[in-house]
T-cell receptor, first 112, second 117 residues
Framework: LAKTTQPISMDSYEGQEVNITCSHNNIATNDYITWYQQFPSQGPRFIIQ???TKVTNEVASLFIPADRKSSTLSLPRVSLSDTAVYYCLVGEGNQAGTALIFGKGTTLSVSS | GAVVSQHPSWVICKSGTSVKIECRSLDFQATTMFWYRQFPKQSLMLMATSNEGSKATYEQGVEKDKFLINHASLTLSTLTVTSAHPEDSSFYICSARDSGRPNWEAFFGQGTRLTVV
């Protein structure tokens, strides 16, 4: 499994755009990039997944450069409720028997 | 959408007793479920992979006799912490991947906070 590196923590203010970058230099051809969000005392929640270029949903955007060695999760206009830990995971998508392996994640703190 | 339900959400038990945690996939079948443990301010650590109808696969360093896993149906896996001790106090989370979703999206239970006193 490709190792991921992301900042330990980030601070932001309400209304700002937050970009969290994840490095995954050893990503394999079949690997997808997935981001999860975790609030205290809750299980992780899927945010977004992509393979290349840009993916956008109602929550976030995911930017993946051509070499796919990194990815950036973009949260538009964050609010206090976006304070959470964000995990970047890299792995094959179509394996039900494969567990997700979590790195340290990025703790995002949003202030008013 | 797909949901994984975990019960109980929290439990306090005395040292030496056993505690059972249930994990259910509510609207999809999961031949495989995963159990994680998370200590305060740390990431999720995979403990074991639960396979329906067969033995679970444990990660290195996880005692299979202490953390009993049973996956008797396609929608239910249980984790029993036997002879619990204070050092077993942690946040336990289960997960399952839904083959009906794009890229077998993984869903997580809400977690169980175990406190051993």
């Amino acid at each position: 499994l490709a190792k991921t590196t992301q900042p330990i923590s980030m601070d932001s203010y309400e209304g700002q755009e937050v970009n969290i970058t994840c490095s995954h230099n050893n990503i394999a051809t079949n690997d997808y990039i997935t981001w999860y969000q975790q609030f205290p005392s809750q299980g992780p929640r899927f945010i977004i997944q992509g393979y290349k270029t840009k993916v956008t949903n109602e929550v976030a955007s995911l930017f993946i450069p051509a070499d796919r060695k990194s990815s950036t999760l973009s949260l538009p206009r964050v609010s206090l409720s976006d304070t959470a830990v964000y995990y970047c995971l890299v792995g094959e998508g179509n394996q039900a028997g494969t567990a997700l392996i979590f790195g340290k994640g990025t703790t995002l703190s949003v202030s008013s | 959408g797909a949901v994984v339900s975990q019960h109980p959400s929290w439990v306090i038990c005395k040292s030496g007793t056993s505690v059972k945690i249930e994990c259910r996939s509510l609207d999809f079948q999961a031949t495989t479920m995963f159990w994680y443990r998370q200590f305060p301010k740390q990431s999720l650590m995979l403990m074991a992979t639960s396979n329906e109808g067969s033995k679970a696969t444990y990660e290195q360093g996880v005692e299979k006799d202490k953390f009993l896993i049973n996956h008797a149906s396609l929608t239910l896996s249980t984790l029993t912490v036997t002879s619990a001790h204070p050092e077993d106090s942690s946040f336990y989370i289960c997960s399952a991947r839904d083959s009906g979703r794009p890229n077998w999206e993984a869903f997580f239970g809400q977690g169980t906070r175990l406190t051993v006193v």
